[in-house]
């Protein structure tokens, strides 16, 4: 399995960016799928979650904010992220939500700076 993550870039504060991650060797569309993110300096944590049946979840920092969505037919997960804040920048990734693993992909860089 392969997860390959795209999209990320640098950003002033208070803008957007959408965030895509292509998963290929896998069944995508029977998995409840995640992206994580890791600040640097700090350890990785779940941002966003979204099941097979499209029902979504966030955690605090980011609702209202941040929208995730798969399209199983590409095998994609996005994540739409609006109104960006500087505690944002971190190296996004995508994964299952639980259970075993896939092997993480090297994830897509966010900064959020003026």
């Known amino acids: 399995v392969q997860l390959q993550a795209s999209g990320g870039g640098l950003v002033q504060p208070g803008g957007s960016l959408r965030v895509s991650c292509k998963v290929t060797?896998?069944?995508?569309?029977?998995?409840?799928m995640a992206w994580y993110r890791q600040p640097p300096g700090k350890e990785r944590e779940l941002v966003a979650s979204i099941t097979t049946d499209h029902n979504t979840n966030y955690t605090d920092s980011v609702k209202g904010r941040f929208t995730i969505s798969r399209d199983n037919v590409r095998r994609t997960l996005y994540l739409q992220m609006n109104s960006l804040k500087v505690d944002d920048t971190a190296v996004y990734y995508c994964?299952?939500?639980?259970?075993?693993?896939?092997?993480w992909g090297r994830g897509t860089l966010v900064t959020v700076s003026s």
């Open positions: 060797g896998a069944n995508f569309r029977i998995y409840d």
């Open positions: 994964n299952r939500r639980s259970g075993d693993m896939f092997r």
